[in-house]
């Protein structure tokens, strides 16, 4: 597991994107290994909780810092900044959605298909948090915002088959609806990712 990356007091711009990524990356592989191991290990949903606060409480520190002219040396302005922040923070905010719903519906047993899409999830994570660090540090994303938009592909294609899977195998109608909505929640989770992408697209375009 991926360790907290803790700012530091009165932390710039840069360092909090840098962890609010960190953050990312660590809810992901929380709910995938949550995913992986439904429903031996509920703990884990008790720590992607506290990674979702976690994330909000970097996004309010990260939109404040803006507020206060910590990022006048980033390629971004203040709303940019607070649409990044939102974006990022969606990112989690769905991946706890995903991880509290197993609990929510009473989830007896995990699917294949819902480990593949935390798979691609994990992966998605970590773009992004290579892409938010590339843009706090000055560097070029190009390559991290590419994979991201080529795992948000494969994440729609593992949705589709696994909302299809749940048909074809004649499951249970409840198991079929729940299962459903935690489908959807994932793919919200892979879609958050590629919203930021394209956010930090954006400035990088305004930019250059």
């Not at 992901?28 to 290994?33: D, S």
């Not at 607070?82 to 699917?111: F, P, S």
């Not at 593949?116 to 994303?141: I, Q, T």
Request: with cysteine; aromatic share 4%; net charge negative.
């Amino acid at each position: 597991m991926v360790p907290r990356l803790v700012p530091a007091v009165q932390s710039t711009v840069p360092q909090l994107l840098d962890a609010f990524g960190s953050e990312v990356e660590r809810c992901a592989r929380l709910t995938r290994e949550l995913l992986a191991s439904f429903p031996e290990r509920p703990e884990l949903a008790r720590d992607i909780k506290d990674s979702e606060h976690e994330g909000d409480r970097i996004a309010r520190e990260l939109i404040h810092g803006l507020g206060r002219g910590a990022g006048a040396d980033l390629p971004f302005d203040a709303r940019e900044g607070l649409r990044l922040a939102t974006a990022v923070d969606d990112i989690i905010d769905h991946l706890e959605q995903a991880a509290d719903m197993l609990g929510l519906y009473a989830v007896e047993a995990t699917m294949e298909q819902a480990i593949a899409l935390g798979d691609v999830l994990v992966g998605a994570a970590v773009e992004v948090a290579g892409a938010l660090r590339k843009l706090g540090g000055g560097g070029d994303p190009a390559a991290h915002l590419a994979e991201v938009h080529r795992l948000e592909n494969e994440a729609d294609r593992l949705s589709r088959a696994a909302v299809a899977s749940l048909f074809i195998e004649r499951i249970d109608p409840m198991v079929v609806i729940r299962w459903k909505d935690i489908f959807d929640t994932l793919e919200d989770a892979a879609d958050a990712c590629e919203h930021v992408a394209h956010l930090i697209e954006g400035i990088e375009l305004r930019r250059g």
